[in-house]
């Protein structure tokens, strides 16, 4: 495949590459644009604004490394003059402030709350567009230029990509940077030990391991290389992995700046006792006591293993648990993956390992796909596909491999091609902007996602400003909402009748007993009671047809008569 770069069909595949990501950036940049805020937002904006302005890494370490969120933080604190309160309770401490105290931070600030929230997305669309140069530069080593353009041509369009990459969350991080981790992994082990590229694929590593705690799957990866490594090159390897480990060490150091923790005055010490229940408290103990990696990291990494082994309460076809199902990603990923990708990888892979002359490029994409896949369906959590995020990078460029499938009959799997590729851009092209929602025709479409998935799924509290816009389309002056989302209709001129919701925090119009009669607008995942101690305090409205729906996330019924 070399070579082919600065030909002509390089150089056009270059410019249809930059093109799609062009596109890419749009897309995105609508859909953040058009959509308010998710659930964890506001959380992520204000701890990464404080890290980056403040250097205060203690306000939320909960379950999150600071990279993630500093990249949604770096543009508001480069670019505009915020209010923000120093004193802010941190996360879980007391009497904690800090979720009201985000959303006051996102929108009762001295800039619009559009303008804060659009640059802390802004950070993430453009890494994801960056990330799309290399699905194109990995795509085109292992199977040239077509192969290149199809799997930018997947990346660009992809509902799950676009609507991650267009809030201001830590899934879209992760899965930047774990791809990029292996892009220069597999440069070390197909090309050779040189000091840079152990050195370039070290500082992805720290980057990936700084964004969120996935990262940590990286771990078997790179000791399974040495292992390589050590079988072919001998001793030689050693010192470039010794140099691979030292860079990543230092790096996650210099991303907290080189301290355990904060010096400032204000600094509250975490609250390592919600973890003493644990077996590994010891391990933690003496990292902590050895100092050997900064305290906010560890204490993320522990929250993010209490948390995974606990579970959170979920939703998946009707039925509810506590602590997931085994399956719940397989179902996840078969009904929000569009089905002209699935139909392409099957593809690419059953032909890819017809053959061994290609097989190991083709493991190089599947194995880390697949560890992160079982490593999710082994935990608990199971509320979002945004989870296995990492995994779809690899299938793009794994499904670069179809332009080379050789067949008895080319021009029937010619026309089956074009025809996959134009269903797959007209499902990308209707779904916009409402790439959260989407869901393939397996299920007959995103209108009947909420009957199999819903929290980040589908509906995360970004459809407020979608209401207010229905509201006014349909001269409707006041609604009765059940909103699934930390936000507050009041910062979009909704008038409402509070009825129970998961969560808006300071409810207007609180009434005891609410009448069946007027307009009610309930959220997909209040629908389903997911988090409501009676799951079918809703279910009057599940045998009603909704009179309309707000981005497949809010339906409206009408019971004026």
């Known amino acids: 495949m070399r070579g082919e770069g600065c030909s002509k069909k390089g150089l056009i595949a270059w410019a249809i590459a ?6 890419f950036f749009v897309a995105a940049s609508s859909v ?11 959380a992520h904006i204000l701890s990464g604004y404080a890290y980056v302005k403040k250097g205060m890494d203690w306000i939320s370490p909960l379950n999150h490394p600071v990279l993630g969120r500093a990249i949604s933080g770096a543009l508001p604190a480069a670019f505009l003059d915020l209010d923000f309160d120093e004193k802010v309770s941190p996360e879980g401490a007391r009497g904690s402030n800090f979720f009201p105290y985000s959303l006051k931070f996102l929108y009762e600030n001295r800039v619009s709350g559009d303008t804060v929230l659009f640059l802390s997305r802004l950070g993430n669309i453009i890494l994801a567009s960056i990330l799309g140069i290399f ?3 990995w795509s085109r080593e292992l199977w040239g230029i077509k192969g290149a353009v199809l799997s930018v041509f997947l990346y660009a369009l992809c509902p799950n990509i676009i609507a991650n990459a267009s809030i201001a969350t830590t899934d879209l991080p992760i899965t930047a940077f774990f791809f990029i981790s292996l892009y220069f992994l597999y ?16 500082v992805a590593i720290a980057l990936a391991l700084a964004s969120k705690h996935t990262a940590l799957l990286l771990v078997p990866i790179v000791l399974a290389l040495l292992a390589i490594a050590l079988r072919r090159e001998g001793k030689k390897a050693l010192p470039y992995y010794a ?3 030292i860079t990543v060490y230092l790096c996650l150091w210099a991303i907290y700046g080189f301290r355990f923790h904060s010096g400032r005055p204000d600094y509250e010490p975490l609250n390592w006792s919600i973890f003493s229940s644990s077996s590994l408290m010891p391990l933690f103990d003496l990292l902590r006591d050895w100092r050997l990696l900064p305290e906010a990291y560890l204490y993320s990494v522990a929250g993010v293993v209490m948390g995974a082994s606990t579970g959170r309460a979920a939703f998946l076809m009707g039925e509810y648990s506590s602590t997931g ?3 719940y990603f397989i179902v996840a990923f078969l009904i929000k993956t569009p089905i002209p990708v699935l139909i392409l990888i099957n593809a690419s892979t059953l032909y890819l390992f017809a053959g061994r002359e290609r097989l190991k490029y083709g493991l190089w994409l599947l194995v880390p796909a697949l560890i ?4 999710m369906s082994l935990q608990k959590v199971n509320i979002g596909i945004r989870h296995i995020l990492p995994v779809y990078p690899f299938i793009f460029t794994l499904t670069g491999f179809v332009p080379l499938i050789k067949t008895k009959s080319a021009r029937a799997a010619k026309s089956v091609f074009i025809f996959l590729i134009a269903w797959y851009a007209y499902s990308a092209a209707s779904i916009h902007p409402h790439q959260l929602a989407y869901f393939n025709e397996f299920i007959g479409g995103p209108q009947n996602g909420y009957r199999y998935l819903v929290d980040s799924n589908l509906d995360w509290g970004q459809d407020l400003k979608g209401l207010k816009k229905y509201m006014e389309d349909n001269n409707i002056e006041k609604i009765k909402l059940a909103y699934f989302g930390l936000s507050d209709p009041k910062y979009f001129g909704i008038d409402y009748e509070y009825l129970p919701s998961y969560a808006i925090l300071e409810p207007v119009n609180v009434k005891e007993a609410v009448e069946l009669k007027g307009y009610f607008a309930v959220s997909a995942t209040m629908l389903q009671g997911v988090y409501l101690a009676d799951k079918d305090y809703y279910k ?16 409206i019924y009408d019971l004026n008569n």
């Open 243 to 245: 140099l691979l480990v």
């Open 32 to 42: 953040a644009l058009k959509k308010n805020n998710t659930w964890d937002e506001s």
């Open 135 to 137: 699905v194109f530069l």
């Open 325 to 327: 199902w085994w399956y």
């Open 372 to 375: 992160v896949f079982t490593a």
């Open 187 to 202: 440069g070390i082990d197909a090309k050779g030990l040189k000091a840079w590229r152990v050195i370039a694929a070290a």
């Open 18 to 23: 930059a093109t799609l990501i062009i596109v």
């Open 540 to 555: 009057v409205f599940k045998g009603m047809e909704p009179v309309g729906n707000v981005g497949y996330s809010i339906f």
